[in-house]
């Protein structure tokens, strides 16, 4: 069994910063990559920055420069820095991790229960 917690979100004004965590626990193998994606109320969800295990990372657009994304391999826990944050940014935020269970195992997608994100004006 392997479960995602995440933290760190909440209110902040526009130009905050925030920093979100995602913890994995149970039994866990090897993480090969990590994600965090968010949903905003009327929208599709959307990748936002992921990071490999050998720590290549990828943004979307909308938050390069603002965002960062690092991930502490010895803790099984994915870090998502904010900053410059914008009403647009407002969304639960959710962490995604690509894993294998087992030495054997296929990998699987695991989620998340997600933060909320909120930036006001």
């Known amino acids: 069994q392997v479960q995602l917690v995440e933290s760190g979100g909440g209110l902040v004004q526009a130009g905050g910063s925030l920093r979100l965590s995602c913890a994995a626990s149970?039994?866990?193998?090897?993480?090969?990559?990590i994600g965090w994606d968010r949903q905003a109320p009327g929208k599709q969800r959307e990748l936002v920055a992921s990071?490999?295990?050998?720590?290549?990372?990828n943004y979307a657009d909308s938050v390069k420069g603002r965002f960062t994304i690092s991930r502490d391999n010895a803790k099984n826990t994915v870090y998502l820095e904010m900053s410059s944050l914008q009403p647009e940014d407002t969304a639960v935020y959710y962490c995604?991790?690509?894993?294998?269970?087992?030495?054997?195992?296929?990998?699987?997608?695991?989620w998340g229960q997600g933060t909320q994100v909120t930036v006001s004006s």
């Open positions: 995604n991790m690509f894993l294998k269970t087992t030495r054997w195992a296929d990998s699987s997608d695991y």
């Open positions: 149970g039994s866990i193998f090897e993480i090969t990559s």
């Open positions: 990071i490999t295990s050998d720590g290549r990372t």
